[in-house]
């Protein structure tokens, strides 16, 4: 047994974070999920820029949508469609033995709507009923804009991959959201089982305070708010108010741990990985992080549900003068900032590829 298969067997789902055509096509994909327990991915702006930028694969489909006269955003988006369905149907064996438990792929709304509301309601719902997959996740951010569109599409029926949280109070706040979208479908005679999960994300904490702490305290920060939030989400799980809506036939919002690919080349690079073992949650982790997991064999390790020493960590840090509060603020706020640059790095390449196949690519008249 390989250590991906050893966590999978835990009760922990392990996805992909990575989406080409080409592992699509040269059939990587299908290999991770038959060797390495692959059960889902995850994608956003900056791997399909990397995808698109360092390739030919997307060149011919580029052109074909040229001819038909699209451009810009609404050309990205029919081409990750295209991937993320493909992906979705190599996927849906695992959704249907799961039963919508496990098998999933994402798909992030335009960063640019993070802080609308309404336009983010729209996106969702245009995006999930043009992808016609059970099995695709929306990706809404748990800022305080994004939270009621969160309930919102809930309410609708469109799952939802909560995305950049970075605490337990953003943890809490996106969980609840997540409910009341439950709680509405349940008082409206509407089916509760829509399925969601909720993003933490981890090394990025410790990128931030790197240089800011002792050495003792290195790569320790994102663990132990992993913990903290993995608490609470025991805690939600097992209290009245979500008792209630599973008696309805509702299902917990399972918990997603993002960033867990080591910055610190110092570090193991499954720093994360072995600290965060879980069940019922899932790990999205970057390929290199999955070749140095599967050269691994079985990890044993599994992460308290009490929170373990979470607290007298996040006390040394404070001691340290790190606010953890303003910090997961920042980090939201800046996470934000960030998928606005890799869209709009998006746009650029897509523009930039269009320019180019275009010269010899005549657009359909009235395209």
């Not at 994909?29 to 889902?40: H, N, Q």
């Not at 949508?65 to 050309?75: F, H, T, Y």
């Not at 290195?218 to 609470?232: D, E, N, V």
Request: charged share 25%; hydrophobic share 45%; proline share 5%.
């Amino acid at each position: 047994m390989n250590a991906p298969q050893s966590l999978h067997d835990k009760g922990q789902s392990l996805w992909l974070d990575n989406i080409t055509r080409d592992l699509l096509d040269n059939g990587t994909l299908k290999r991770y999920i038959d060797e390495w327990s692959i059960t889902g991915l995850t994608s956003n702006p900056t791997i399909f820029d990397q995808a698109i930028k360092n390739s030919t694969a997307y060149d011919a489909a580029i052109a074909e949508k040229l001819r038909s006269g699209k451009s810009g955003e609404a050309l990205f988006f029919e081409l990750a469609l295209e991937d993320l369905t493909r992906a979705a149907d190599l996927f849906r064996p695992i959704y249907e033995k799961t039963h919508g438990v496990d098998g999933y792929v994402s798909l992030e709304v335009s960063p640019l709507l993070a802080y609308d509301t309404a336009s983010t309601i729209a996106a969702a719902k245009d995006l999930s009923a043009r992808a016609n997959r059970a099995n695709l996740f929306i990706k809404i951010p748990g800022t305080k804009e994004g939270l009621p569109a969160i309930e919102e599409a809930i309410f609708s029926g469109v799952p939802i991959n909560v995305t950049l949280l970075f605490s337990r109070e953003q943890y809490v706040a996106a969980a609840e959201a997540f409910l009341r979208g439950i709680e509405r479908r349940i008082a409206a005679g509407l089916d509760p089982l829509v399925n969601s999960v909720a993003s933490l994300f981890v090394s990025r904490w410790d990128v931030a305070v790197a240089d800011k702490v002792p050495e003792k305290l290195r790569g320790k920060l994102g663990i132990a708010i992993t913990q903290r939030a993995y608490k609470a989400a025991i805690a939600l799980f097992g209290s009245e108010r979500w008792r209630r809506v599973y008696n309805f036939g509702a299902r917990a919002q399972r918990p997603l741990w993002a960033s867990t690919g080591t910055k610190d080349p110092k570090m193991s690079p499954l720093l994360y990985v072995e600290a965060l073992a879980s069940p019922f949650t899932v790990n999205t982790m970057p390929e290199v992080t999955l070749k140095a997991l599967a050269s691994h064999s079985e990890l044993t390790h599994l992460m308290p549900p009490d929170g373990g020493d979470c607290e007298e960590v996040l006390a040394e840090f404070g001691k340290a003068g790190i606010d953890i509060n303003a910090l997961a603020a920042r980090l939201q706020e800046e996470g934000a900032k960030s998928f606005v640059a890799s869209w709009q790095e998006l746009m650029g390449v897509i523009a930039a590829k269009s320019a180019s196949i275009g010269k010899s690519t005549p657009v359909k008249a009235g395209g």
